[in-house]
T-cell receptor, first 113, second 111 residues
Framework: SAVISQKPSRDICQRGTSLTIQCQVD?????MFWYRQQPGQSLTLIAT?????????ESGFVIDKFPISRPNLTFSTLTVSNMSPEDSSIYLC??????????FGPGTRLTVL | GENVEQHPSTLSVQEGDSAVIKCTYS??????FPWYKQELGKGPQLIID?????GEKKDQRIAVTLNKTAKHFSLHITETQPEDSAVYFC??????????FGAGTRLFVKA
């Protein structure tokens, strides 16, 4: 399995600012994913990030709001831009390890005031 | 698109009893069905999975059954322990390799 770390683990931000979340994997992986989990809710896929190509965003999520970078096979970042209180959530990265098995990072808990 | 329904939303059992969580899905092309356990303050952890060519899989106290005809699959936890208390998510991977998660079941195991 893969070991995944995220930074920061939590943050409290002011509305209108941006936060970049980092995701580091201990092995090279092709597919990485970013999810949002609102309090007490299930996981919603934001985008799929493959190295060397633009991220693919799900309906309701746009690149201007959630720009993603994938510079190599072990690292990705998600930026939450121009934040509002509605962006308060847990943001999770995951990797497709083998045959659709996904492993998740510990999450970043974001509170926007 | 694929739709995944998970029941119950909350489940409370006595330590030592069994717990069963059920999920239904809509896309017959779906072929991979993982279960995740999420403890407070942590990311989801893959605990067991089953693929469409298998009807049942067991790993110690946990098992998953799949009925492709009826499009439902279930998680069974036997001899529950307080450390099994968590939120459990079923998921379905469609033919397009997208993972759709159920709404989650909050399991409480009372000592």
């Amino acid at each position: 399995s893969a070991v995944i770390s995220q930074k920061p683990s939590r943050d409290i931000c002011q509305r209108g600012t941006s936060l970049t979340i980092q995701c580091q994997v201990d092995s090279q992986v092709t597919m990485m994913f970013w999810y949002r989990q609102q309090p007490g809710q299930s996981l919603t896929l934001i985008a799929t990030a493959n190295q060397g190509s633009e991220a693919t965003y799900e309906s309701g999520f746009v690149i201007d709001k959630f720009p993603i970078s994938r510079p190599n096979l072990t690292f990705s970042t998600l930026t939450v831009s121009n934040m509002s209180p509605e962006d308060s959530s847990i943001y999770l990265c995951s990797v497709d390890w083998t045959r659709n098995e996904q492993f998740f990072g510990p999450g970043t808990r974001l509170t926007v005031l | 698109g694929e739709n995944v329904e998970q029941h119950p939303s909350t489940l409370s059992v006595q330590e030592g009893d069994s717990a069963v969580i059920k999920c239904t899905y809509s896309d017959s092309a779906s072929n991979y069905f993982p279960w995740y356990k999420q403890e407070l303050g942590k990311g989801p952890q893959l605990i067991i999975d089953i693929r469409s060519n298998v009807g049942e899989k067991k790993d110690q106290r946990i098992a998953v059954t799949l009925n492709k005809t009826a499009k439902h699959f279930s998680l069974h936890i036997t001899e529950t322990q307080p450390e099994d208390s968590a939120v459990y998510f079923c998921a379905v991977v469609t033919g397009g390799f997208k993972t759709i998660f159920g709404a989650g079941t909050r399991l409480f195991v009372k000592a």
